[in-house]
Each structure stands twice: as C-alpha cells, then as structure tokens.
Nanobody
C-alpha cells in the first residue's frame, strides 16, 4: 500500500524559508511522477512543483519559479520542496502526491496517491 507522509511545515515571516519533506512508503513503480501541491482556504488545489523520478525533469508553477526547488534523494524514498523568499500568498496546506503518467503534470487530477498535508503559514 502506498503511503506518503509530509513534514516540515510551519509558520514563518515573509521573506523566510522552509523545507518540506515527503517520505514514500510502498511505491514500487519503476517510473513515476511526484510533486507538491497546495490548497489555500476557499481556493482550488494547485500544482506547485513536480518531478519525473527517472529523468529528473522538473516543472514549476509560474508563481514559485525561482523561489522553490523540488528534489529527491537517490533512493527515491524522499521528496523535498525548498521554499525561499516566502510570501503571504504562499500560505496553504501543502500536499505531496505521486502518480504514473507519460509526462509529469501540474494537474492534481492526474495523481493517484496523496499525503495528508502539512500547513505552511507566512505572515507579513
């Protein structure tokens, strides 16, 4: 059974940094996409950053390009999201997700497995 467990959320002031971690249990697919998504109150879930676990290609939402970096460990058991220069509009619940698809997408509907989420709050 696939399980994704996020950690690393918290509260920071604008301009600060946080690193989110996602530990993957039970996913044995040879190639898959993993990513970070977020959902703010009253808003739809949106893709933040995704990564092809084999080829290493990464895709970012325009709103986080240059500020966020997605990465994984060599064993592909952990996914990270380094978030720098955080802004109040980055406040949301952040979710880790995994799925199999021909080309990694920022569309949440294409991912099969989800973590429970970790809250990020950025104050001005």
């Amino acid at each position: 059974q696939v399980q994704l467990v996020e950690s690393g959320g918290g509260s920071v002031q604008a301009g600060g940094s946080l690193t989110l971690s996602c530990t993957v249990f039970g996913y044995t697919a040879s190639s898959y996409c993993m990513g970070w998504f977020r959902q703010a109150p009253g808003k739809e879930r949106e893709g933040v950053a995704v990564r092809d676990t084999i080829g290493g290609s990464t895709y970012y939402a325009d709103s986080v390009k240059g500020r966020f970096t997605i990465s994984q460990n060599n064993a592909k058991t952990k996914l990270y999201l380094q978030m720098n220069t955080l802004q109040p509009e980055d406040t949301a619940m952040y979710y880790c997700a995994a799925g199999f698809m021909a080309r990694c997408s920022l569309a949440s509907s294409t991912y099969n497995y989800w973590g429970q989420g970790t809250q990020v709050t950025v104050s001005s």
